[in-house]
């Protein structure tokens, strides 16, 4: 069964950083893709960025404009997500993905 936890979100000022984790079980890691992403309030899903299996390819949506930065250990079976230069409009809970399979998501909350 796939399951993935994911942690260290928290209360943060702008313009502060947060590191995120994800931490799987139940499936070959190494041998997926991964992704990101995050629900904002009263909001959709959205992408925020993806690995490829051997995370030597990355890709981010528009509105992370080189603030995040998406990697991976498959030897630990950890995503993460270093998310700097944080925005209130970053504000939402965040998920990482396989395959249309989430975790329960960490939330995140930025405000002055």
């Known amino acids: 069964e796939v399951q993935l936890v994911e942690s260290g979100g928290g209360l943060v000022q702008p313009g502060e950083s947060l590191r995120l984790s994800c931490a799987a079980s139940?499936?070959?890691?190494?041998?997926?893709?991964m992704t990101w992403v995050r629900q904002a309030p009263g909001k959709g899903l959205e992408r925020v960025a993806r690995i490829s299996s051997d995370g030597g390819t990355t890709s981010y949506e528009d509105f992370v404009n080189g603030r995040f930065t998406i990697s991976r250990d498959n030897a630990k079976k950890t995503l993460y997500l270093q998310m700097n230069s944080l925005k209130p409009e970053d504000t939402a809970v965040y998920y990482c993905?396989?395959?249309?399979?989430r975790g329960q998501g960490t939330q995140v909350f930025v405000s002055s």
């Open positions: 139940g499936f070959v890691f190494s041998e997926h893709p």
């Open positions: 993905d396989v395959r249309g399979r």
